[in-house]
């Protein structure tokens, strides 16, 4: 079994220092490879759960964030690739988590429940 990471902790929505997309990206970039989350939980990991269209919208932008943002395991609450019409072309999001080993079909993540990551569940509290 692969040791475990601390994961960073990540500041409430709010602060001054750190915008709400920095925030977003930094909780995406700790999403373990072979793993996919939802902008929902992203959102609730940030004390606003009612923001995952907030949460996609900072992951449109994701591709000019540095470091990289690993946007493409970032997936809507059914599994679903709805962010993949902002790749290019729209079929790199799937080929990029069937290169982590993540099976795909109709646009959708198979087994999701079992690939799926929610980082409260990781201790980022």
Not at 15 to 37: D, H, L, M, N
Not at 69 to 97: C, D, I, W, Y
Request: charged letters at 30%; one cysteine or more.
């Amino acid at each position: 079994m692969p040791k475990k990471e601390k994961l960073k902790t990540i500041k409430p929505s709010g602060k001054k220092e750190e915008s709400f997309f920095e925030q977003v990206y930094e909780i995406a970039r700790q999403i373990p490879k072979g793993r996919v989350t939802s902008y929902g939980a992203i959102a609730a990991c940030l004390g606003t759960k009612l923001s995952a269209r907030m949460v996609g919208w900072a992951m449109n932008g994701a591709g000019k964030a540095k470091p990289k943002v690993p946007a493409h395991r970032v997936v809507n609450k059914n599994g679903m690739l709805t962010g993949r019409h902002h790749f290019s072309p729209p079929e790199l999001m799937q080929q990029l988590l069937e290169k982590e080993g993540i099976k795909v079909k109709n646009e959708t993540v198979v087994d999701f429940e079992k690939k799926f990551w929610h980082p409260m569940d990781e201790g980022m509290w």
